[in-house]
């Protein structure tokens, strides 16, 4: 029998790192090694602190290890950690269910809990196939909706993301998500709106009629993407056309909800109800959570054991789950939300006119992001002076991440608790950065 007889250092283990985790994760960022996360700060193993902008991927929306999360779900945890769902039954699973719908887009309030985005996606699809008995699903090109072969079927954001992993799901086809910044008419927003709209309506002409599909499938802001967002008339005819033929809408708000916008989902943002909407990251802070949540007439139809999971809605996410619920309320993070992201904004829109690096600057609450195109062109994507900012950043004390199909933007997504004190921290980091890396 073998034994585990050799335990290294971490030190030598993060220097082995390649032969011990798959190398598929991203690489185009050094993994900095983290000792232990607090509120909007992240302590690294070299004894430095890093303010977080990035928020474990959108994740920790109330902030890292935040108190009543964590003893929400210290308390779960010693009196059951994992039993089946289905077969046996728990009070976190109910309440949050009840809780969440109180406050999720329309009437969908009814749930089924997985363990991350992309299975929330999966079940969306499946969803939205069985109760329509249609096949088709319209996606958006330059949309991420997860790793999994489902999500990574309907995700259109890099075509590296797919590269060697086909055959994918088949009957999925991909329609224009309107981009304003990079639009040939960027300062008409309802004609940018128009003419995705036109793109979708010639896809039902040419290659598949509406009432083949079963679902448009729609980041409301797309995240991985470029944090784009779209013209509201857009989104507002999407609705339209679902109604008129059928068709399921279906919002993936992983990125987008619990906050992130300054509403509790983007769908609120812009007063447009889905039939089906996807959750996760900001659901449980960071513990394993998921959920498709669909309107109750669509649910009714997934018949008994057409869908399932092991672990998916466990106690110990879903008590987390609560407090989250309860942390957003009681602290007022909505409205906190609006108010640092409308100041970050601001000065973001300030820092632009002092450069020509900056192409765009844009946001809806704290989900902000900065676009960067090389000076002189024709708003040519800028992912160098990325790579640069991104570097000098960290040296300064700042975590970032980027975002965009060129790899051209970078998204600035605090915790949703985040002081005036620290979004001034944060900008005069990134501030210095900026102008530092358009001089190197
Ligand atoms: C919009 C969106 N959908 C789905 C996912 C996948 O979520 P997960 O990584 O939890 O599977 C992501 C992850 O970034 C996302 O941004």
């Given at each position: 029998m073998s034994e585990i007889k050799n335990k290294k250092s971490f030190e030598y283990l993060v220097e082995h790192i390649d032969d011990l985790l798959a190398p598929c994760l991203a690489q185009d960022w050094p993994n900095l090694s983290i000792e232990r996360a607090e509120g909007s700060y992240v302590y690294g193993k070299d004894g430095k602190r890093y303010l977080d902008f990035l928020a474990g991927f959108g994740a920790c929306n109330v902030?890292?290890?935040?108190?009543?999360?964590?003893?929400?779900?210290?308390?779960?945890m010693s009196k059951m950690v994992h039993t089946a769902i289905g077969v046996t039954n728990y009070?976190?699973?109910?309440?949050?269910?009840?809780?969440?719908?109180?406050?999720?887009?329309?009437?969908t309030n009814v749930f089924f809990f997985g363990n991350s985005g992309s299975e929330s996606v999966d079940g969306a699809i499946k969803l939205a196939r069985y109760s329509t008995q249609r096949s088709g699903i319209i996606a958006f090109l330059g949309g991420f909706h997860g790793r999994s072969l489902g999500a990574t079927s309907v995700t259109s954001s890099k075509a590296k993301y797919r590269t060697g992993h086909s055959p994918f799901m088949p009957d999925i086809y991909?329609?224009?998500?309107?981009?304003?910044?990079?639009?040939?008419?960027?300062?008409?927003?309802?004609?940018?709106?128009?003419?995705?709209?036109?793109?979708?309506?010639?896809?039902?002409?040419?290659?598949?009629?509406?009432?083949?599909?079963?679902?448009?499938?729609?980041?409301?802001?797309?995240?991985?993407?470029?944090?784009?967002?779209?013209p509201k008339n857009w989104l507002v005819a999407l609705r339209e056309i679902c109604d008129?033929?059928?068709?399921?809408?279906?919002?993936?708000?992983?990125?987008?909800?619990?906050?992130?916008?300054?509403e509790w989902f983007a769908s609120q943002?812009?007063?447009?109800?889905?039939?089906?909407?996807?959750?996760?990251?900001?659901?449980?802070?960071g513990f394993p959570l998921g959920a498709t949540a669909a309107r109750a007439e669509i649910m009714q139809k997934w018949g008994a054991v057409s869908h399932g999971t092991t672990c998916g809605g466990s106690p110990i996410s879903?008590?987390?789950?609560?407090?989250?619920?309860?942390?957003?309320?009681?602290?007022?993070?909505?409205?906190?939300?609006?108010?640092?992201?409308?100041?970050?904004?601001?000065?973001?829109?300030?820092?632009?006119?002092?450069?020509?690096?900056?192409?765009?600057v844009r946001g809806l609450?704290?989900?902000?992001?900065?676009?960067?195109?090389k000076p002189n062109t024709d708003k040519e994507p800028n992912s160098e002076v990325v790579q640069r900012i991104l570097r000098l950043a960290l040296e300064?004390?700042?975590?970032?991440?980027?975002?965009?199909?060129?790899?051209?933007?970078?998204?600035?997504?605090?915790?949703?608790?985040?002081?005036?004190?620290q979004i001034e921290e944060g900008l005069d980091i990134f501030s210095e950065a900026v102008l530092e890396a358009n001089t190197q």
């Open positions: 902030g890292h290890n935040h108190p009543r999360v964590i003893e929400a779900a210290k308390s779960q009070e976190p699973i109910l309440r949050l269910a009840d809780e969440l719908g109180q406050v999720t887009p329309g009437d991909f329609a224009q998500f309107p981009y304003p910044f990079r639009s040939a008419i960027s300062d008409d927003l309802e004609k940018c709106g128009q003419l995705a709209i036109d793109d979708l309506n010639r896809l039902f002409e040419y290659v598949i009629e509406p009432q083949e599909v079963a679902a448009l499938l729609v980041e409301p802001i797309q995240g991985e993407g470029g944090y784009i967002i779209p008129k033929y059928g068709i399921l809408l279906i919002f993936d708000e992983v990125q987008t909800g619990f906050g992130r916008t300054g943002a812009f007063n447009v109800n889905p039939d089906i909407i996807t959750l996760a990251k900001g659901i449980a802070n879903c008590a987390a789950g609560l407090a989250v619920i309860e942390t957003i309320q009681e602290e007022n993070l909505l409205a906190n939300a609006q108010k640092q992201g409308a100041y970050m904004l601001e000065k973001l829109r300030e820092l632009k006119t002092k450069t020509p690096i900056i192409g765009d609450g704290l989900m902000i992001a900065v676009e960067f195109v300064k004390g700042l975590l970032l991440y980027p975002c965009g199909h060129w790899t051209q933007t970078i998204r600035l997504i605090p915790a949703l608790t985040v002081t005036r004190e």
